[in-house]
T-cell receptor
């Protein structure tokens, strides 16, 4: 079945440094990927929509210069947290829709990566 | 506009007893509805989906959900809980066939299974 692979699963970095998180679709092409942030014991918050070959679309309140998204190929999107601060510590999850034959693209379910636990010290 | 309400933030059952996780939704458009499960420090796994076919949807691991338009509900059930079912469950709604990309997540229900 379709798999979305996210790497790394866990990262600890020092304040002021940058961290890159990768999201790959392993056996399908994903023109669109989604990046979520999850705070402890809370639901997922959509941060941005990553579009292959074009600029990402950011949700209101999400700093695009801080959370850089690159979607250079149909199977890879990256999220870079720049100049990380302790308040950026969180669980980041990527997802992608798997196209279904004969189905409408917006009805197909999202498949999620296993998430990245970012801790900024 | 659309919204999802998961009526219980926490549900505790004994192993072998039925599970009921409640979800109500509102949507200006005909919805597609999903249930996802999240184990600690993991991503979300799709349990089942409703996209306009049969109103009773069967998913993985013995879970099923019934779409009830009159009640605007999509409750998740399982006849007999297993210890491995302990996790966080999310109900998700998206407008069907409108070209909109937005998914709305419920706040989640933590299922605890007692031995």
């Amino acid at each position: 079945g379709a798999v979305v692979s996210q790497h790394p699963s866990r990262v600890i970095c020092k304040s002021g440094t940058s961290v890159k998180i990768e999201c790959r679709s392993l056996d399908f092409q994903a023109t669109t990927m989604f990046w979520y942030r999850q705070f402890p014991k809370q639901s997922l918050m959509l941060m941005a929509t990553s579009n292959e070959g074009s600029k990402a679309t950011y949700e209101q309140g999400v700093e695009k210069d801080k959370f850089l998204i690159n979607h250079a190929s149909l199977t890879l999107s990256t999220l870079t947290v720049t100049s990380a601060h302790p308040e950026d510590s969180s669980f980041y999850i990527c997802s992608a829709r798997v196209p279904e034959v004969g189905g409408q693209p917006y009805n197909s379910p999202l498949h999620f990566g296993n998430g990245t636990r970012l801790t900024v010290t | 506009a659309q919204s999802v309400t998961q009526l219980d933030s926490h549900v505790s059952v004994s192993e072998g007893t039925p599970v009921l996780l409640r979800c109500n939704y509102s949507s200006s458009y005909s919805p597609s509805l999903f249930w996802y499960v999240q184990h600690p420090n993991k991503g979300l796994q799709l349990l089942l989906k409703y996209t306009s076919a049969a109103t009773l949807v069967k998913g993985i691991n013995g879970f099923e959900a019934e779409f009830k338009k009159s009640e605007t509900s999509f409750h998740l059930t399982k006849p007999s809980a297993h210890m491995s079912d302990a996790a966080e469950y999310f109900c998700v709604v998206t407008p069907r066939g409108t070209g909109r990309r937005a998914l709305t997540f419920g706040s989640g229900t933590r299922l605890q299974v007692q031995p």
